[in-house]
């Protein structure tokens, strides 16, 4: 059968048709990319204490109704780790606001604070007793966090760092090589999605991992576990390996190497960020102390020699463990610095409001574009429940004027810090993610100083040498009562 000809007066209305339609087909294909940044949820299931021997013998995929009934209903206020109802609420609002963004980041932390403590309160045998019961619990909680994750992303790529909370020996005591490892590659390998690098073969062997990243066209990620860099590592419970924080960085630098020679940029992510511990530090030099370091300071020197001899691969580094929302510049040597974008946390037990972020980045240069946070106000204080709403907090680029986040950008912001009364304003009310502010105009230059050097000695130059300019923080009636006085 001859085809029937298309009439003269449909054509125009077709061309018409295509022409509106193709803008919106490159729209799709060309679109900017999007993630998510969750960290430190902190989960915590012995918030309703009523609930832990039925938690205790249910299997993961139940637990969710089970926690339905917690009590005190509602969100936990400030103080604390999040209840079920944080974990939900933050979730379903990172799913609402991020809905079809190419991966999740989640820089660690997924177990609450004191995990073994407030286990032994609980259990008819402490962890000690019973090491069986208690790492089975405790995968059931690894297993219910990716039950939760995979609810709302089905089929996004769920990319985490161990945090320090995150082992059965303790905190600051993963082991190398050891059960938990073993089991969190286990449990957590399906949600990295059809691409999971070496995900299974390294990170049983110390937390790390490399993949591909989706949509960023010959640009990888390369995972780290920094809880070995950290001053406050202790392998307490391992017999086998003797220097997990030196074989990592063997690892580190033959990866860095092979993503160099492949003309790959890569992106790092962390727990515990680099450079000096602000907070710790407030309280430490005002008293004649030394500033305090995160990382060893011997496993920092080596960490950027290997990226010195890179330079300009690495492009960005994620990190989270202090629960508030702040930058680091990581300068190597040679090359260029890295912007190091530090989390706020989902876990409000510092006196931070919860907070995620979303972020936009550029396919073709691997070069984030700009970023947004997302809290939840209106927590109280104490063991009492409060209401509250999820809204954007701000948009980098609309609260800085900055186009991207860059080393220049971040050393840019420093500089506002310093001299701009608006950008001080902005930054001292964000870092906590807009809860009672931490910083006072006197601490300010402690905090300001670690975002742009991370040796102690670059620190100390950078703060002001006028002594009345500079205090201790001194916030005791800020804290929980039952967290240590430093904040590590």
Same mark, same amino acid.
């Not at 240069?365 to 409060?386: I, M």
């Given at each position: 059968?001859?085809?029937?000809?298309m009439?003269?007066?449909?054509?125009?209305?077709?061309?018409?048709?295509?022409?509106?339609?193709?803008?919106?087909?490159?729209?799709?294909?060309?679109?900017?990319?999007?993630?998510?940044?969750?960290?430190?949820?902190?989960?915590?299931?012995?918030?309703?204490?009523?609930?832990?021997?039925?938690?205790?013998?249910?299997?993961?995929?139940?637990?969710?109704?089970?926690?339905?009934?917690?009590?005190?209903?509602?969100?936990?206020?400030?103080?604390?780790?999040?209840n079920?109802?944080?974990?939900?609420?933050?979730?379903?609002?990172?799913?609402?606001?991020?809905?079809?963004?190419?991966?999740?980041?989640?820089?660690?932390?997924?177990?609450?604070?004191?995990?073994q403590?407030?286990?032994?309160r609980?259990?008819?045998?402490?962890?000690?007793?019973?090491?069986?019961?208690?790492?089975?619990?405790?995968?059931?909680?690894?297993?219910?966090?990716?039950?939760?994750?995979?609810?709302?992303?089905?089929?996004?790529?769920?990319?985490?760092?161990?945090?320090?909370?995150?082992?059965?020996?303790?905190?600051?005591?993963?082991?190398?090589?050891?059960?938990?490892?073993?089991?969190?590659?286990?449990?957590?390998?399906?949600?990295?999605?059809?691409?999971?690098?070496?995900?299974?073969?390294?990170?049983?062997?110390g937390?790390?991992?490399?993949?591909?990243?989706?949509?960023?066209?010959?640009?990888?990620? *390369?995972?780290? &576990?920094?809880?070995? %860099?950290?001053?406050?590592?202790? #392998?307490?419970?391992? +017999?086998? =390996?003797?220097?997990?924080?030196?074989?990592?960085?063997?690892?580190?630098?033959?990866?860095?190497?092979?993503?160099?020679?492949?003309?790959?940029?890569?992106?790092?992510?962390?727990?515990?960020?680099?450079?000096?511990?602000?907070?710790?530090?407030?309280?430490?030099?005002?008293?004649?102390?030394?500033?305090?370091?995160?990382?060893?300071?011997?496993?920092?020197?080596?960490?950027?020699?290997?990226?010195?001899?890179?330079?300009?691969?690495?492009?960005?580094?994620?990190?989270?463990?202090?629960?508030?929302?702040?930058?680091?510049?990581?300068?190597?040597?040679?090359?260029?610095?890295?912007?190091?974008?530090?989390?706020?946390?989902?876990?409000? *037990?510092?006196? &931070?409001?919860?907070? %995620?972020?979303?972020?936009?980045? #550029?396919?073709?240069? +691997?070069? =984030?574009?700009?970023?947004?946070?997302?809290?939840r106000?209106?927590?109280?204080?104490?063991?009492?429940p409060?209401?509250?709403?999820?809204?954007?907090?701000?948009?980098?680029?609309?609260?800085?004027?900055?186009?991207?986040?860059?080393?220049?950008?971040?050393?840019?912001?420093?500089?506002?810090?310093?001299?701009?009364?608006?950008?001080?304003?902005?930054?001292?009310?964000?870092?906590?993610?807009?809860?009672?502010p931490?910083?006072?105009?006197?601490?300010?230059?402690?905090?300001?100083?670690?975002m742009?050097?991370l040796?102690?000695?670059?620190?100390?130059?950078?703060?002001?040498?006028?002594?009345?300019?500079?205090?201790?923080?001194?916030?005791?009636d800020?804290?929980?009562?039952?967290?240590?006085?430093?904040?590590?």
């Amino acid at each position: 059968m001859k085809p029937t000809s298309m009439s003269a007066a449909a054509r125009p209305l077709l061309l018409t048709a295509l022409v509106a339609f193709a803008p919106s087909l490159l729209r799709a294909e060309e679109r900017p990319g999007r993630f998510l940044l969750v960290s430190d949820i902190h989960f915590d299931p012995f918030y309703d204490a009523s609930l832990f021997q039925q938690l205790k013998t249910s299997p993961a995929e139940n637990w969710a109704e089970i926690l339905e009934n917690s009590r005190p209903a509602g969100i936990n206020p400030r103080g604390t780790d999040s209840n079920y109802a944080l974990l939900k609420s933050s979730l379903d609002e990172a799913r609402r606001r991020g809905p079809d963004v190419d991966f999740v980041l989640y820089p660690g932390d997924l177990l609450a604070h004191r995990w073994q403590a407030k286990y032994d309160r609980l259990a008819e045998k402490s962890h000690e007793a019973d090491p069986d019961e208690y790492r089975a619990f405790t995968r059931k909680v690894v297993e219910f966090l990716a039950f939760e994750f995979r609810r709302r992303f089905p089929e996004t790529p769920i990319l985490p760092t161990l945090g320090n909370e995150d082992s059965y020996c303790g905190d600051y005591r993963v082991e190398p090589e050891g059960p938990f490892l073993s089991m969190f590659a286990e449990v957590w390998h399906p949600l990295l999605g059809p691409e999971s690098g070496t995900f299974r073969r390294t990170f049983p062997l110390g937390g790390y991992f490399t993949t591909r990243l989706p949509r960023l066209k010959n640009c990888r990620l *390369i995972v780290l &576990n920094s809880v070995f %860099f950290s001053v406050n590592y202790d #392998d307490a419970c391992n +017999a086998e =390996v003797q220097v997990p924080a030196l074989d990592e960085l063997d690892w580190f630098e033959d990866t860095l190497a092979r993503a160099a020679a492949a003309g790959e940029a890569v992106w790092l992510l962390m727990h515990v960020p680099p450079g000096i511990n602000s907070f710790n530090t407030a309280e430490s030099v005002p008293r004649g102390g030394p500033p305090a370091t995160f990382w060893q300071p011997e496993l920092t020197r080596r960490f950027l020699r290997i990226v010195e001899r890179h330079p300009d691969v690495v492009r960005v580094a994620f990190t989270g463990h202090t629960h508030m929302d702040d930058y680091r510049l990581i300068r190597p040597g040679g090359g260029t610095s890295i912007p190091c974008k530090i989390a706020p946390a989902v876990s409000p *037990i510092f006196g &931070n409001n919860p907070g %995620f972020q979303t972020y936009q980045y #550029d396919v073709d240069r +691997a070069a =984030v574009s700009g970023f947004q946070t997302y809290f939840r106000d209106g927590l109280g204080e104490g063991r009492r429940p409060t209401e509250g709403r999820w809204a954007l907090e701000y948009d980098f680029r609309d609260a800085y004027g900055f186009d991207s986040l860059s080393a220049g950008t971040i050393g840019r912001l420093a500089e506002g810090i310093r001299s701009n009364a608006a950008v001080r304003e902005s930054y001292i009310r964000f870092y906590g993610v807009s809860s009672a502010p931490e910083i006072t105009p006197r601490t300010l230059e402690y905090y300001r100083c670690a975002m742009t050097n991370l040796g102690a000695a670059a620190f100390m130059d950078c703060l002001p040498k006028a002594p009345d300019r500079l205090e201790s923080p001194g916030f005791p009636d800020r804290r929980p009562a039952a967290v240590p006085p430093t904040r590590e």
